[in-house]
Every structure is written in structure tokens, then in C-alpha cells.
């Protein structure tokens, strides 16, 4: 069958989907054409759902759905041990309502943001993030560290990232340069009001760089998934999620709103853990609750890693694009840095 990014049109796209040529670009096919998975994919596809086909299909060269927009490929179908697809959702997590998401800001109580935990208890089975490979600027292995530079798009060349709007209205900015594909320098501007002077707030300069999850080809590097570090644990973000739901109360899981509130006792696992709780009681069309999850540090790694790519994908669908801040990964329209599932 051919593949949906080698039509030449979209007409010629939309015509074949239409008249039944029934796998258009998607997953392992049985004699019958039932979809076993979402596979087949690289990072920055857009998978929809398809109702009349009950499957997903997935393209990146329109903006038009096939069907119901889902998520965006961040783990291609090759990196990952089953030939599964990990794709990221294009809500917001939401303790109003965890069944839906939202595109809006997360807020609590005084203007705070979505907790992760009770600070300080060890949930048992997750690796405690420390120990990260490194490289030098080209790439050549120098050991561990316990901090390191993510590697975004294969890039040179400086680009600036403007947080809370655009070069007319933000008030902050990053001026990142970039050599193959890590950040080598970074400024941070800020000003008071839109109709102030930019003044520099930090200048930082790396010499730590993690090293990319990808291979100049593509493929699984395993520098970056090196034994003794915190990303061996590697895909792991769905067992990490359960592994935390374990630790809470059956009425926190199933509470609505989910309570921001956290503490108690982590011996009778009556914890609560609201970041966990919201993402795995997430559904889409096509999907369940309890198919997604907080995603591993190695899992957000495959967003910074392909950023560009996936920011294209989510343009298309006309969602706010990520945006890196000064530490890593910063969502625009969460407004807050990202939790992963990594201890």
C-alpha cells in the first residue's frame, strides 16, 4: 500500500482514502487489513482516528484531518521494542476535568500549578534521575554527569525563543546558539513592560551535552541509553505512571476534580499523586482511559530531540507550539515546566 507522504497530491490522498484503499500509510496489517498497531511512523506525525476505518492512520503533509486529530508521533514505531508509536496529546492535563484534558492554563489554589507529589517520598521502582550520559559538543562520549544539555533538531546557528507571546509583546526571551544540534550558549533577556529597553538577565555557556536518543540515521543511539544511568530505564513512562498510582488511594484516583492536595501516609499508600492520576484517566477518541501516562525524562528527551518536527506537526493543527525554556522543556500553554514520570 502506498504510503500517505508519497502522494504527490492531496487530492490523490483524499481520493484513495475515499474509495476504500483501506490502509492509507498506517500500521502492521493482517490478511484481513485489521490494524495490529500504530506503527510505521517518525517523529512529527499526526495520528487521527478514523471512525468509519476503527483505526488510526496517520499523515504530516496537510493540515485537513483524515478523521479525529489525537496526538503527534514524539517516539517513532522503530525506537521502541514493540513496534509501537508513543505519541504525545494535544490537551493539557486537567484536575477539573482529567477525562477530557484542556487547553487552557492549569491553575490552583494561590496561582499555583498542577503538583507532581508529596516532596521527599521515594515511590518505589523508579530510578532517581542523577546519573545522565554526556558528551562534548561533537558528540564523543566523556562518562556521566548529573546535569547535561538536551540535543535538539540537528541545527547550527543561533535562534531566539520568546516566552509569553511573540517579539512584540513577550517579555521574555532566550537567545539559544546552537552546534550539531546542542546548545552551546545561552542569553536570557527580559524587560519590564513591551515599551522598555531588553536588558540581559543571564549569559550561560555548556560544555555537558546529553547525548541525542538518535543516530545521524535515525536509529536507537545507545550512547544515550547507556547501562548505569538514569536513561536505561529507557520507554518506561507507562510502567513508571503505575508504579505511582500505586501509591494512591482508589478515592484519589477516582476523585473529580482530582484534589491538588498531597501528603499522607506512604506506607498505607494513601498518597496522592495528581499529575499521574490526570494523564492515565485521559481519552481520546480511539483511546481509553488508562492508555496514556507521564511520560520517562528518556521519553521527554524524544520531544526536545525532534523539536522542530513535532512543532510543525502541532502548527498544523493549529495548537501552541512547545517551547524549550532556560532549563529544558517549557509548554507554553501549560505555562509551567513539564512533569515527567522519572524520580
Known amino acids: 500500500m502506498k504510503n500517505l507522504r508519497l502522494f504527490e497530491t492531496k487530492s490523490d490522498l483524499v481520493a484513495a482514502h475515499n474509495t476504500g484503499l483501506a490502509m492509507p500509510n498506517v500500521s502492521l496489517v493482517n490478511e484481513n487489513g485489521k490494524v495490529y498497531y500504530f506503527g510505521n511512523t517518525e517523529a512529527g506525525d499526526i495520528a487521527y482516528w478514523d471512525g468509519s476505518l476503527i483505526q488510526f492512520v496517520k499523515a504530516s503533509a496537510w493540515e485537513d484531518t483524515l478523521g479525529t486529530p489525537v496526538g503527534v508521533v514524539v517516539v517513532p514505531s ?92 513577550a517579555t521574555k526571551m532566550y537567545i539559544n546558539t546552537f552546534k550539531n544540534g546542542r546548545l552551546v550558549r545561552q542569553i536570557c533577556m527580559m524587560r519590564d513592560s513591551v515599551d522598555e529597553d531588553w536588558y540581559e538577565d543571564c549569559d550561560n555557556e555548556y560544555d555537558s551535552f546529553i547525548p541525542s536518543p538518535y543516530t545521524q540515521d535515525g536509529g536507537k543511539n545507545t550512547k544515550f541509553f547507556k547501562e548505569g544511568t538514569t536513561f536505561a530505564e529507557g520507554l518506561s513512562g507507562k510502567t513508571n505512571t503505575g508504579a505511582i498510582l500505586a501509591m494512591c488511594s482508589t478515592a484519589n484516583k477516582n476523585a473529580t476534580p482530582v484534589s491538588p492536595m498531597v501528603g499522607g501516609s506512604a506506607e498505607s499508600k494513601k498518597q496522592n499523586y495528581p499529575a499521574a492520576i490526570c494523564a492515565s484517566r485521559y481519552k481520546t477518541s480511539g483511546t481509553n482511559k488508562g492508555d496514556w501516562y507521564l511520560p520517562s525524562l528518556a521519553e521527554c528527551m524524544y520531544l526536545t530531540a525532534r523539536y522542530n518536527k513535532i512543532n510543525d506537526a502541532l502548527k498544523k493543527l493549529g495548537a501552541k507550539a512547545v517551547q524549550m525554556g532556560e532549563l529544558g522543556l517549557y509548554n507554553a500553554n501549560l505555562g509551567s515546566w513539564l512533569w515527567s514520570s522519572s524520580e
Open 78 to 169: 522503530t525506537h521502541t521494542d514493540n513496534g509501537k508509536s508513543i505519541v504525545m496529546s494535544l490537551a493539557n492535563m486537567s484536575m477539573q476535568n482529567p477525562e477530557k484534558g484542556s487547553l487552557a492554563k492549569q491553575y490552583i489554589a494561590n496561582d499555583n500549578y498542577m503538583p507532581w507529589g508529596d516532596y521527599g517520598v521515594d515511590v518505589p521502582n523508579l530510578l532517581t534521575c542523577g546519573t545522565l550520559p554526556v558528551t562534548d559538543v561533537d558528540g564523543v562520549s566523556e562518562g556521566t554527569e548529573s546535569y547535561g544539555n538536551f540535543t535538539s533538531d540537528e541545527k547550527d546557528g543561533t535562534y531566539t525563543v520568546y516566552t509569553g507571546g511573540d517579539a512584540e509583546t
